[in-house]
């Protein structure tokens, strides 16, 4: 069974940094989900996938994986593009450059 240690994007109801820093290790499926026929709900008898960890680093996440004999594997996360942060009112300055329409 393999575990992916990774650090997980904001939801969109996050404005803030915190707890952004935090790494995660989760396991990865070891069986299908199956559908059960009579109620229709989703199953899996797999247990390990409801299991997911938080770590303050990477590294204690990879320590955590290798004391434990777990196969794991690191996804890095993608770098942020520097945002432009500008005001409402620039939309609406004189000297803007480009067009303004409605």
Known sequence: M????????????????????????????ASPRSVE???GWTSSSDTRQQLRLWFDSKEEAIAYAE??????????????RPRHN???SDNFKSDRIGQWTH
């Open 86 to 88: 500008a005001a409402y």
């Open 2 to 29: 393999t575990a992916r240690i990774l650090q997980p994007a904001r939801n969109a109801m996050q404005s803030g940094k915190a707890k952004s820093g935090r790494w995660l290790l989760a396991f990865d499926p």
């Open 67 to 80: 004391r434990n004999g777990v196969a794991w594997r690191v996804e890095e996360p993608r770098p942020t």
């Open 37 to 39: 026929p009579l109620m």
